[in-house]
């Protein structure tokens, strides 16, 4: 979303309020810590505060992602692709914002797009990360309709994760070979 935009969105919802420039608050840190609803809310302002200054502060790609990982758990699929889209991250969030664009691209029903955010997150992340994301990978390859390059991925993700759901996708793949 460009920043213009942003800025008519913080505008319309009241978040563009003449704060003062922040990283993330202790505030917004403890909301999200103790899972309270209004996360969401006082992310989406802070991130609308960081955007609405001159130059967007240092914690946009933080803020951004934490954003647009609270939209998904909320549902507001779209819009948490749209945030993610417009913070790039660098070093150690980069990998975080690819799972996160994955899951938003999944969930838009874009297995493609989604397949190739989670292979970011799988050559980039950490390894618990690099894990969950080889799983995501290989069931937006199943999705894609490429279950003979999501067939390896579901074996792996089978051995150590023997969920049904999980069991369901490799027996797809299994007969779609």
Known sequence: MARATWWRWAMVTG???AAPAMAQSEALREEVRLQHDGALH?????????LAARKPCEAHARLGLLTGTLLLSHGEVALAREVLEASPSKGLLAPHRAYALGQASFYLREPGKAATWFAVAAKD???PLAARAKTRLGEALLAADKAKEALPLLEAAVKS???????????RALAAE
């Open 161 to 171: 994760d023997q969920s049904p759901a999980l069991m369901i996708q490799l027996a």
């Open 125 to 127: 992340g950490s390894a």
């Open 15 to 17: 978040l563009g309020a």
């Open 42 to 50: 006082l992310a989406q302002r802070e991130l609308a505060t960081c």
